[in-house]
């Protein structure tokens, strides 16, 4: 994915081989027919690989010329580990991009190597259509114009194949969908995707916040190279005999993999994450017991989790506010993550280990049932329109974990021969 950028003098003097004789001042109304006449242009859609970035699929389009012998593949999905501050772009949103024509032969033995299902569709364009669609591809693949601001969900490999094809074709593709809503949101899709790499899609549940969860139309849902070559399929175009004609042709396979199928559903692991919380709330409560009758192993151990998981939940609960101020991750606003997981648990890193040493719990006492109260507030707004984040995996975690922390720490406080129940509260 990464190799093979081929220099603009190269493309450009393979793509000037269709002209032949044809002068540049030739008419506008007559060269695009005639130099467009003996290119065919093909959607190549690649199914998932092994690796993260690679389990979205990815699509380019094929240009050949079937008299030189002229063919590049173009896609939009290049990028590189060992770009210049490529951690610093990732984490603010800002990544760079890059397309670039390439050798269809070797990009093709790369998908066959790393096993993947690799598809090829005539496109229905005409001969005028398909001469733009060369010159605007080569002048996308330029020094000053192939890098582009890459977007996860709005602007992508597949979004810049979508939109290529729909500026030749007059932007029928965006008339016919962008008004068709389908069931699911960029989250349901990203889960659904996600599922097999479990520190991943648990990532993705919690950075993901309440812009992922709408319902998003067919034409947005070309973000995934897989339903664009679904919806382009059910299209028809007009070809230069004014004949209604299908925009795709049929699938031709070139390569084939063992793989399994991608799967169609997001999966369902609220329960599984309740479950796992209920655990840990479980043996925090044993805990907080345990201290609070005298045990000093208890209490080492409770004040070492309390404490872990005020680092945890604060660094976590901080890191989406500072998300929304400081990066361009437009789907990581306004997420209500930041009330199972907050920033105001920090102060329980020092402070909740203090109090299970008897030095003062008035204030981590009062920050932890703050927590508890913040989180239970969170599940309960979930009843109220715009406030109903799909978080539910999050919540089914965190929430037995806030409120058992909480009164676990209360009543090792209230047990505490220097404290009292109302001096904690």
Known sequence: MLGGVFMLAVLWGAAAAPLGAQDAEASQDVAPVELGATLEVFLVTVEPGDAIWELFSHNALLVRDSTTGFERSFNWGLFSFQQESFVARFAQGRMLYWMAGQDPAQEMEGYRRAGRRVWSQRVSLTA??????LRYLLDQDTPENRFYR????????????????????GGQIERATSGV?????YRWHTSRLLQDELWAWAGIEYLLGNPSDRPISRWEEMFLPRKLQASLETM????????????????ELLADTQRPEVPTEAPARVWVALLVGLAAAGG???????????????RVVLGGVGGGWGLLSGLLGLALVLSWIYTGHVFWQWNENVMQLSPVALPLVILFPLAVARRGGVW???????????????????????????????????????????????????????SSVEEAR
């Open 181 to 185: 809503a389908t069931e699911h949101g």
């Open 150 to 169: 890459y977007d996860y969900f709005g602007d992508n490999c597949s979004t810049r194949v979508r939109d290529a094809l729909d500026l030749v074709l």
């Open 128 to 133: 005028a259509q398909r001469w733009q669609l």
């Open 284 to 298: 925090l409560g044993w805990l907080g017991h345990r201290a609070a009758t005298g045990g000093r192993l208890a």
């Open 364 to 418: 981590a006492t009062r920050i932890a049932l703050f927590c508890a109260g913040l989180s239970a507030l969170g599940a309960v707004a979930q009843v109220f329109p715009g406030v109903d984040q799909v978080n539910g995996v999050v919540i089914a975690f965190a929430l037995p974990i806030n409120v058992v922390l909480a009164w676990a720490l209360l009543a090792f406080v209230s047990a505490s021969p220097t």
């Open 236 to 251: 028809t175009v007009l070809n230069a005999l004014g004949e209604d004609v299908p925009l795709l042709g049929p699938r």
